[in-house]
């Protein structure tokens, strides 16, 4: 009796197999996919399938668009690391280029000083001869040799020097060098010189 038991459930697993195998068969020619049907009826019977976690791409995918900051991310963490240097990099810079433009005013005014400088020395130069001398009595003081006749001739129009050095350099009117790019960066640094 066992080995009638045995014939029987070998013959009814056999038939079942055939079965599942016809319509399957069925199934490709109908839906035009093995695969689908074969996964709906594997799901049916409860065979273990593995579940996948949705992602935040299947998100997207399904919704159609991916976010705005999803798509540009290396360029908006590029923009991100560039303000914040600038933040921190801006003072830094201010004040160096606010040093740079001092030095350039105060050169400025120490090139006209030496300038200044150079005439003065000059008129020392030219009294300290014989002849120099000379001339600047007779200009200056309206002294004449033996022989000869001053007359002073005035002219109404004329103010009355009273030096005859040069005028001293006013700090207030030297600029520092001007050029395009200077104005640009006066005021991009908000320098005023």
Known sequence: MSATRGKHTATRAKTQSSS???SKDRAVTRRGSYSS???TSSRRKGERTRKRKPSARDASEVTGKSSFFARHRISLSIVFVVVV?????YPVGQSYYQSLRETQRTQAE???VNARNAEIQESNDALSTDEGIENEAVSELGWVEEGESAAIVTNADESSEGSK????????????????Y?????????VHV
């Open 110 to 112: 120490l090139d006209a």
């Open 20 to 22: 599942r195998a016809s």
């Open 165 to 180: 050095l040069p005028e001293q350099v006013d700090p207030d009117e030297i600029q520092a060098p001007q050029t395009w």
């Open 85 to 89: 240097a600038l933040a921190i990099l």
């Open 37 to 39: 049907r074969a996964s």
């Open 182 to 190: 200077y104005r640009v960066l006066d005021a991009i640094f908000f």
